[in-house]
């Protein structure tokens, strides 16, 4: 694993699933609803107002309660829940949200995402984020190298050498699936109280080696949200910002980045990387005080910056992991956001 320090943007934390999930703010449910491809269940005063078909299999819905929006894009079939904790709670999540969904392990199945012409830019760019501003914090989520083709002058930035003691396993002797098309994208759109928060976030999966049902996915997450409030004395602010990516019993995630705390003392880039199967790297800019690992288990990995936000300031999350989803394991996951805040 190697890290860079330099300069960037801010973000926090989601959480998706082999779906899409995505979660609005804390409140009250609206006036109802229409059906949606992506089921909500454990809404939490959320309802399904509108659905975009935007590619095969691929849909956009959007869920709204009394003060907040949230917008997925996933796969029709994928299932999401929000779980918002009252404004006066002492619990460390105001809202988690998870989007999960399950697919077969075909050949054909894993080229749906390349067939579908989709582009993680192109999918933010469906939630409502303006092309150059997708291109410029997100075009490095549809490479596995880390550099954004978006860029201009852009280089492939070299991916790190492996982390001296990886006990990561031996890549199999199967041919390699392409590292260049991603096998799924799950990002999610949030603005919530009353858009006083905002922001977007994405997971990549990649499939990397396929041998029949023997699997091994690299992939990489990153959010980046906000606070707009400047009211005075007493304005909402950020406290935390997190996302993972999680798998069914069967699959092992057995390499991941971040994997400790990382102090930051000013706004800096941040990279995390790791080397396995090719390997896979993506940066971001992380404000302080601290991006540290977030619900770390042998099914799953995640990052989360904590701290204090500073004025409007975007906060950013980010981080890779390596899976291997053997025979007999299901291809399903799920990612999940967190957000925390003061004077919400």
Request: charged share 15%; glycine share 12%; net charge neutral.
């Amino acid at each position: 694993m190697n890290r860079g320090y330099g300069m960037l943007a801010v973000g926090s934390a989601l959480v998706l699933g082999g779906g899409l999930v995505t979660g609005g703010a804390w409140g009250a449910s609206p006036s109802p609803a229409t059906r949606t491809s992506i089921t909500l269940v454990n809404a939490d005063g959320f309802e399904p107002v509108s659905e975009e078909v935007i590619a095969a299999n691929t849909v956009v819905d959007t869920f709204k309660s009394a003060d907040s929006t949230m917008r997925l894009l996933g796969r029709p079939g994928s299932i999401a829940s929000i779980s918002v904790d009252p404004a006066n709670s002492n619990t460390a999540h105001d809202l988690e949200v998870r989007l999960s969904a399950s697919r077969p392990k075909t050949a054909a199945d894993a080229r749906a995402y390349a067939d579908s012409g989709r582009t993680v830019v192109g999918d933010l760019v469906a939630l409502g984020m303006p092309r150059r501003e997708a291109e410029r914090q997100f075009g490095d989520m549809e490479t596995l190298d880390g550099h954004n083709p978006y860029l201009a002058g852009a280089r492939r930035a070299a991916v790190a050498r492996p982390r001296s003691g990886s006990s990561s396993p031996a890549a199999p002797t199967a041919a390699a699936a392409s590292g260049t098309t991603p096998y799924d994208v799950l990002c999610v759109d949030i603005n919530a109280h009353g858009g006083r928060i905002v922001g977007r976030g994405c997971s990549t999966l990649f499939l990397v080696v396929q041998n029949g049902t023997d699997w091994w996915f690299n992939n990489k997450y990153k959010l980046s949200v906000h606070s707009t409030d400047t009211s005075f004395p007493f304005p909402l602010r950020l406290t935390l910002a997190a996302w993972d990516i999680r798998w069914a019993g069967g699959n092992v995630v057995y390499d991941w980045d971040p994997t400790s705390e990382v102090p930051v003392g000013s706004c800096t880039t941040v990279t995390a990387s790791i080397s396995d199967k090719g390997g896979i790297s993506i940066s971001g800019t992380v404000c302080p005080n601290v991006l540290d690992v977030w619900t770390l288990s042998g099914t799953r990995s995640g990052a989360q910056w904590t701290g204090t936000e500073r004025g409007t300031q975007w906060e950013v999350a980010l981080g890779v992991q390596a899976v291997h989803s053997p025979p007999g394991a299901p291809a399903s996951y799920a990612s999940t956001l967190g957000l925390a805040c003061m004077n919400c």
